[in-house]
């Protein structure tokens, strides 16, 4: 069955240069306080969030990893908010200010399966997957 209903329109989360510098400067860096420096100075900034999160993952830290890679989901909800996202509708992932927030969608669902949380984590991964379906695929 064809669904007659128009998709809601992609929602595309502005760049933000600076922050995009600091982060790649982290990552460089490649240490955890050079990120927690980053998600510091730009709290609202998802992509600051999830490399703590995958960090805190790969080091066995789930609690820790939820916590991070919560506040990135949730920052990330207040900014496609302000960008016309009505709770729906697509988030591309090939849009590279999108995928801070995705890689935080898809750590939470990790942390979550991890810590024995299951119905969290199935809602974000299939978040993940309705966001995105690439999203879900190249994160998982």
Known sequence: ???LLPEPPATLLPADAEADKALAAAAAAGTAEAHKAVAAKYPAYSAAWAPLASEALAKGDPVTAYAFA?????RGLDALRRNGWKGHGPVPWAHEANQ???????ALALA?????EADEAARCAQFLRDSDPAAADALT
Do not use: E, S
């Open 1 to 3: 069955m064809q669904n």
């Open 70 to 74: 919560r506040t990135g989901y949730h």
């Open 100 to 106: 801070g927030f995705l890689r935080c969608l898809h």
């Open 112 to 116: 979550a399966a991890a810590i024995g």
